[in-house]
């Protein structure tokens, strides 16, 4: 059977025959096919797929959002970091001019 007609809003149901077995709809095996029924079930299952889609569509918003502040933190740790590293660099520069300026003058001096 093909199910790919029905619309959204369940057009096309009343050509929708029996689910499952041929022989759903008979007496014999327990009552007929109500198409309401199937019909209900299938709003049913709709609703509960466009709740269960929003929940996910939220989670995935959270998710990117505490992305974004995760990307916002290590960014400014980076700069902070840098920053540290430039001031450790810069020191660490004083020095060597320093030391050079000395043995500079000490060899003036042996002279």
């Known amino acids: 059977q093909n199910f790919g007609d ?3 809003n369940g057009e ?3 050509d ?5 077995r041929e ?23 709709r609703s509960s797929w466009t709740s269960e889609r929003s929940r ?3 989670v995935i ?3 990117q959002e505490e ?12 700069v902070e970091v840098a920053r540290t590293f430039g001031d450790a660099v ?3 520069e004083e020095r060597i001019m320093e030391l050079e300026g000395n043995i500079l003058q000490e060899l003036k001096l042996l002279r």
């Open 67 to 78: 992305i974004g502040r995760l990307r916002d933190t290590n960014q400014g740790r980076a």
């Open 23 to 45: 022989d759903a709809g008979s007496p014999e095996v327990g009552g007929g096919y109500n198409p309401l029924q199937f019909y209900d079930q299938l709003q049913y299952e």
């Open 12 to 14: 096309g149901m009343e």
């Open 61 to 63: 918003e959270l998710q």
């Open 90 to 92: 810069g020191v660490f």
């Open 56 to 58: 996910m569509l939220r």
């Open 6 to 8: 029905v619309g959204v």
């Open 16 to 20: 929708v025959g029996p689910i499952g």
